[in-house]
């Protein structure tokens, strides 16, 4: 046998192969490939928000030179609803550290403390979208209402999408907890996998709120 | 050791039932899928606009934007890509492992969702070329159109239609998808894995073309998007109905790309098989690899710019709108910034498919494989810094051209790298030329100059001059056609055998390659002059002095188009008829060419070890990867080596055990494969026949690979008639002793030497042996004892359709039954005339192809099966009487005396004897 | 080693292409006439670009042919080729080299940017406006009447600067012979500094796709003397007036 260095230390034994079993995977590297896969699908997630906040450096810097925000039609600037998008902002973030509870129960086996965590982060996520969405009805521009109101419901509307996908996330794991008893240390990487998108979600609105409400 | 490997294999149903259902039921769901998504996309902007007040209530563009992306989602729904997950999400119990979707056992499963990568790899590349035919349609639309100057065949908006539909097509539904389908098929076999990280998500990726593409090829009948394939704003917000088709359908196909991507990443990084570190990929996994992050990370950028235009158009946003405070040029930065890693995505994959393809018919190792690995993640890092070098007129800010220009040309440094490389690689070789690697070849003459011209374009003085015209239309058929095109092909029939278990034909496979060598370089070099001389890209009408060019480069075209018709009907012929594909036709040295043609279900029977790098030729012993064989073939190892062709000519010493043992002896040397070709000039074929079915019989029982058939001709014409269709590496001829042997009178080695140019080897092969059935295994041993039977018409017919069923060895045991003393004259007489009989029949017999031998005995009936059984092995005896002898008795007593074995009793007439 | 038998066929097949390729260079003839300064800055780079593209196209070209013809396989040999992997002052040149050449191009192509984009103080500034599918440009000086034509008119060996408007969608102001081009943006005014050096009339091509009319809508650049063009300016200089059909508004002095 030729050369070298095996870096990896997988048995290799070839199996009874009748052709329609396959042969065991020789998983030598740490990472789940659930995990990988959310990585990289938080990762184009992350430039699709980067093309979104290119439109909006564009329209502020490129175009209003910072003149910011703009003049509405009836002159005045736009306002945004800074201190309570503020407490909202608090209340995601929140949600954030009562999902990473919620893991920590699951690694000590505690069933009920998991289902716990997941509702009352499932209730912080809906509150935030509650909020979000009354701000939306009383904000007093649309996004015809030039390229501030269309940047602005833009990226707080993809965010929000992906609020609402994070929701239903968090519910399908729910249930598979629930209804499929797939509670068990196994259940662990799904579920990291599904934190952290959730985590995601938290940091871009992070962002979000002090480039765009902030600053 | 291992000697074979058995192909696509029927399941074992052990663990999971292959789903039943059939494609009637799937397509009606999809087509109800299709019907609920669309009433619900009417439903949702009706009941928001109805509830909120707003007006107008039907405001079209917002409806069909909707409904285009829930009839979508219904038809992938219905068509069944979310089957699984919806279990999942409901809570009910599912089995990670579950492979009810997965292998195809009829030509329906490709019509199906099916989880199996080497499926869903060979859905891809028969859509991906439908849409090459419409892309190739659409492109042939404009060339008639600007053949003359003057708006002459489609007017205005229809002319900028077409071609936009041609580049969006092409691009989004061809190129694209056509390395995400090779890569599908031949990735995870070329990393020792069974599949794709995610097979459900990789069936769901190549289900979204289906309703991507149809949007986009067929929005001409709703008024095309004729804004280009860039699609810039303000006039992709003016356009029609065809726009924001173009707009739903590009999120589509992005969403498709990215998926695929994400499987490739993740399958990479967590399956290549054991003993395969980074230095140990081939390029073609480093290519996926680069490419798919690519796609990842670049492919939201054409997202979001196709849903700002959306929302311009139907939610009257202000993205784009100078007026509401909109910039114009962001569309432009956006969508480039996808659009520029675009082209590197549509080109890193055809960069490892050469690599490959290079260092197999060079018998090389690639040379400087480091270079070329670290110039592929170079080109796709910096690949994100270039978009600009699109937009240097566009009023973008000035200071932002230099930069770009230089990051630009900085490209063009690894990109020269690979190119130096690959001449490195094929310097000093022993090059085959066979179609791919005319592909391969014709591709770095191509591209080198599409990516010449494309440094000109760099060039920010000169491509303000050159920018927008035809010399832009150049550069950039030069580096997709005489680029990507040609490594696709390339790749297309490197892969054919692997892929579809059949050889396509060379001859045809050459005349396409130079159809379209010749074709693609006179339609698109003449475009350099007409972009030098002034004429604008994306128009229908121009300058009454380039029409002789327009004109000349439209005919150019046909050569293009004759060489894709050959090209089709040669895949389509050869998937049907060609020639089985061993499993290693190129001696490649990569994993996929050491499983069979095509794979089995899962590829590998267990997960291969990788030793050494992919490309180590020309070292003696150096090994990529130990593969293991099947254990009921004999487990233990799978040796590298080829499986090489013997062709075996014989025409009366087929089934000759000297040859037979001589067979059996070389096939133990190697995984070789034997073909007969039986030459039966002015001889009876069936006879013939007959005599290659004992051969195959008997190798088959020794496990040898073998077949063959009857040729009429003579050797030569044989032997030449093989060789043409298949590749071999040796000739064995089998013949008489030198005196007695009619070929060996007529210089047969010599000339077959001359034929073939190939080794010929003799086997010597004496009379009686030739006639001597082959001992046991697979050749049925069959007795016969008759007397006055003999030399009837009725017994040579029942042994001969016999003899037809199935191969036989007959042992003709005659008795005499004489009465008196055998000394004594009379007793001599008998014997005489029964042995004249006797060997008239034997010859009789094996002149008709059934081996045979005899003797005649003093004794009876039952004596004489007792010989054929214990003398001469016979499993079976016949017992043939004249019809009116009355021979009961004589059967009963025969059969008394070999019990158990069986004894047929057939009645002849006495008839003229059997002619001579 | 190596290079002994292969030095001769391969200097021979380089000779062959390179003559092919210079004889396509010279005797086709590729560029229209020039007819700015910024066309002959552009031509001599362009004649630099030409030189070291056209020595990579002989150098790949001769190799591949001559790959082709010296290292095929013969009939039934199936034996492999030496087991090269790279040489490492091979690839360092190789590298190398051509990062000079490109390098050099990027220098020279800034300068001849920056050269191009210098305004001169005694230019003429003539506003361009394109729409759906036609041009027209305006001269509004402050000191004449401003006036509108379909074609523009330029002085010999002044520049202009164009300061250039699109009302609807984005178009692109081309006229080959200058090797200039700019695109027109809704939105923005974008520029073009053009010194033309050579009478003649010469076309003003669309160059962005604007839609159904995109491949029609032209126009033509006229350079003519700077006597012919003051001419030019005072007649139509009367021309507004006879439309107008009364005296106009000038900024400071009287007409002479």
């Avoid at chain 2, 979204?208 to 986009?216: S, Y």
């Avoid at chain 2, 699109?390 to 690979?418: D, E, N, Q, Y």
């Avoid at chain 2, 000039?681 to 008997?698: N, P």
């Avoid at chain 3, 380089?14 to 910024?38: C, D, F, H």
């Amino acid at each position: 046998m030729a050369t070298t260095d095996l870096t990896s230390v997988g048995e290799v034994r070839a199996t009874s192969g009748d052709g329609a079993i396959p042969p065991t995977i020789d998983r030598t590297r740490n990472i789940s490939g659930g995990m990988l896969m959310m990585i990289f699908f938080i990762g184009s997630e992350v430039m699709l928000f980067a093309s979104f906040f290119a439109a909006y450096f564009f329209a502020r810097y490129n175009i209003a030179d910072n003149d910011w925000p703009p003049l509405n039609q009836a002159g005045e600037p736009f306002k945004l609803p800074v201190l309570l998008t503020g407490v909202n902002t608090a209340v995601l973030v929140a949600s954030s550290f009562t999902l990473h509870w919620a893991e920590h129960r699951l690694k000590l086996g505690d069933r009920k403390g998991l289902q716990v965590g997941m509702i009352v982060t499932m209730l912080l996520g809906a509150a935030f979208l509650i909020v979000q969405l009354n701000e939306y009805w009383h904000l007093g521009f649309t996004p015809s209402d030039t390229a501030f109101g269309s940047t602005f419901y833009a990226l707080t509307g993809l965010h929000g999408a992906h609020v609402a996908v994070g929701l239903l996330i968090l519910l399908v794991m729910y249930i598979r907890i629930t209804r499929a008893n797939d509670f068990s240390a196994k259940f662990a990487t799904p579920l990291a996998a599904g934190s952290l998108y959730w985590h995601f979600v938290d940091v871009v609105w992070v962002i979000l709120f002090l480039l765009v409400y902030v600053l | 050791m291992a000697t074979f490997a058995p192909t696509h294999q029927e399941p074992h149903h052990h663990h999971h039932e292959v789903d039943k259902r059939p494609l009637s039921y799937w397509w009606t769901r999809a087509f109800v899928g299709t019907i609920v998504g669309i009433a619900v996309g009417f439903f949702i902007p009706w009941f928001f606009r109805f509830v909120f007040g707003m007006e107008p209530l039907w405001v079209p563009e917002l409806y069909y934007t909707v409904i285009l992306s829930t009839a979508t989602l219904g038809f992938l729904a219905g068509i069944g890509c979310f089957d699984y997950w919806m279990k999942y999400i409901l809570g009910h119990r599912v089995s990670y492992e579950d492979h009810s979707m997965h292998g195809a056992y009829s030509w329906r499963d490709y019509f199906k969702v099916n989880t199996d990568h080497k499926v869903i790899g060979i859905q891809y590349m028969v859509t991906v070329f439908f849409f090459f035919i419409v892309g190739g349609v659409f492109a042939e639309l404009v060339r008639a159109e600007l053949s003359t100057p003057g708006q002459q065949l489609v007017d205005g908006e229809d002319y900028n239609g077409l071609f936009s539909s041609h580049a969006t097509v092409m691009i989004f539904l061809f190129v694209i998808p056509a390395f995400a389908g090779l890569a599908n098929y031949i990735l995870p076999i070329m990393i020792g894995a069974k599949d794709m990280a995610f097979p459900r998500l990789n069936a769901l990726s190549f289900w979204m073309l289906i309703p991507g593409g149809l949007l986009l090829a067929a929005s001409p009948i709703v008024g095309s998007y004729s804004a280009g394939w860039t699609a810039y704003t303000p006039l992709a917000v003016q356009g029609s109905t065809g726009q924001t088709m173009f707009e739903v359908a590009v999120q589509i196909v992005g969403t498709s790309s990215i998926m695929a991507a994400i499987n490739f990443m993740v399958t990479i990084f967590t399956m290549r098989a054991p003993g395969m570190t980074v230095w140990r990929m081939p390029l073609l996994v480093w290519a996926n690899a680069t490419t798919s992050a690519l796609v990842i990370f670049g492919t939201p950028f054409i997202a979001g710019s196709q849903f700002m235009t959306l929302f311009d158009r139907i939610m009257n946003t202000q993205f784009f709108n100078p007026v509401g405070g909109g910039d114009v040029i962001m569309y432009q930065h956006v969508f480039w910034f996808y659009s520029h890693p675009a082209v590197y995505i549509m080109m890193l994959p055809g960069f490892g498919i050469i690599s490959e393809i290079l260092a197999t018919f060079s018998r090389k190792p690639v040379f400087g494989y480091r270079a070329l690995a670290f110039s592929t993640v170079a080109i796709a890092i910096l690949g994100f810094g270039v978009w600009a070098h699109h937009m240097f007129v566009s009023g973008m800010a000035s200071w932002l051209r230099i930069p770009m220009m230089l990051t630009t040309i900085v490209i063009a440094i690894p990109t020269g790298v690979k190119v130096f490389s690959w001449l490195g690689t094929i310097w000093d070789g022993k090059l085959h030329l066979k179609t791919p690697m005319l592909w391969a070849l014709g591709f770095i003459f191509t591209f080198v100059i599409g990516g010449l011209s494309g440094v000109y374009l760099a060039t920010v003085p000169i491509d303000i001059a050159l920018t927008d015209t035809y010399f832009v239309v150049a550069h950039i058929h030069y580096v997709f056609f005489g680029g990507s095109v040609f490594t696709i092909f390339a790749g297309v029939y490197y892969w054919f055998p692997k892929m579809t278990g059949r050889m396509y034909n060379e001859t045809w496979g050459q005349v396409h390659f130079w159809l379209t060598f010749v074709g693609m370089n006179v339609t698109f070099f003449p475009m350099h002059w007409l972009g030098f001389q002034g004429m604008p890209r994306r128009v229908a009408d121009y300058d009454e002095r380039f029409a002789a060019m327009n004109e000349f480069i439209t005919m150019s075209t046909a050569l293009m188009v004759v060489g894709t018709l050959i090209f089709f009907a040669n895949m389509a012929y050869s998937w049907a008829k060609g020639p089985k594909a061993p499993w290693n036709p190129w001696r490649g040295r990569t994993l996929e060419w050491l499983v069979s043609s095509p794979p089995s279900t899962f590829n590998f029977e267990a997960t291969p070890q990788v030793v050494g790098g992919p490309y180590q030729y020309g070292i003696e012993g150096a090994r990529h990867a130990v593969v293991f064989a099947p254990e009921e073939i004999g487990g233990g190892e799978l040796t590298e080596t080829e499986r090489r062709t013997i062709l075996v000519v014989a025409s009366e010493t087929v089934s000759s055990s000297t040859l037979l043992d001589e067979i059996r002896r070389k096939s133990k040397e190697g995984p070789w494969r034997f073909t007969f070709a039986v030459p039966a000039k002015g001889r009876d074929h069936r006879s013939a026949e007959r005599r290659l079915q004992v051969a195959l019989a008997v190798l088959a029982e020794a496990g040898v690979d073998a077949n063959g058939s009857v040729v009429d001709g003579g050797p030569i014409e044989a032997i030449e008639k093989v060789v043409e269709e298949e590749p071999v590496q040796e000739v064995m001829l089998a013949t008489y002793p030198s005196g007695q042997s009619g070929w060996m009178e007529n210089d047969m080695l010599d000339r077959a030497r001359k034929a073939t140019g190939l080794g010929i080897t003799r086997v010597v092969v004496r009379r009686d042996d030739a006639v001597a059935p082959a001992p046991g295994s697979g050749v049925v041993a069959l007795g016969v004892v008759a007397n006055d039977a003999l030399g009837t018409d009725g017994l040579g017919a029942a042994i001969r359709n016999r003899a037809d069923q199935q191969p036989l060895g007959v042992t003709l045991i005659c008795p005499l039954n004489l009465t008196g003393p055998g000394w004594t004259d009379d007793a001599s007489k008998v014997r005489d005339e029964a042995v004249d009989r006797a060997q008239r029949t034997i010859g009789d017999l094996v002149d008709a192809g059934v081996p045979a031998q005899g003797e005649v005995i003093d004794g009876d009936e039952a004596a004489a099966a007792r010989v054929a059984v214990t003398a001469y092995g016979a499993e079976r005896v016949i017992l043939f009487t004249l019809r009116g002898e009355g021979g009961e008795a004589t059967v009963e007593a025969v059969r008394a005396a070999i019990a158990p074995v069986e004894v047929e009793h057939v009645v002849v007439d006495a008839a003229a004897p059997a002619g001579s | 080693m190596l290079r002994s038998r292969h030095t001769l066929p391969l200097i021979v097949i380089t000779l062959v292409v390179s003559a092919l390729t210079v004889a396509g260079i010279m005797l086709i003839e590729w560029t229209p006439e020039r007819a700015s300064v910024q066309a002959d800055r552009y031509w001599v780079l362009l004649l630099f670009l030409v030189a070291a593209s056209a020595l990579i196209f002989v150098i790949v070209t001769a190799v591949l042919i001559y790959s082709v013809i010296a290292f095929r396989a013969k009939k039934g040999d199936e034996s492999d080729g030496p087991p090269n992997h790279g040489n490492t002052a091979l690839e360092i040149t190789w590298t190398v080299l051509p990062t000079i050449l490109l390098a050099a191009m990027g220098v020279w192509a800034s300068i001849v940017l920056i050269q191009n984009d210098r305004r001169d103080a005694d230019r003429e500034t003539i506003e361009v406006t394109s729409q759906q599918f036609a041009w027209s440009f305006t001269w509004r000086d402050g000191v004449r009447t401003p006036f509108e034509t379909g074609d523009l008119y330029l002085p010999l060996g002044r520049q202009v600067e164009l300061k250039m408007r699109s009302t609807d969608v984005i178009h692109s102001l081309y006229v080959p012979e200058f090797r200039l081009k700019q695109d027109v943006v809704p939105g923005l005014t974008t520029t073009m500094l053009v010194n033309a050096n050579k009478v003649g009339t010469y076309p003003i091509i669309c160059a962005e796709l604007c839609g159904v009319g995109h491949g029609t809508m032209r126009a033509r650049a006229i350079v003519m003397e700077e006597d012919d063009y003051q001419q030019f300016l005072a007649d139509s200089q009367r021309e507004v007036r006879t439309q107008d059909g009364s005296t106009p508004a000038t900024a400071s002095a009287a007409t002479p």
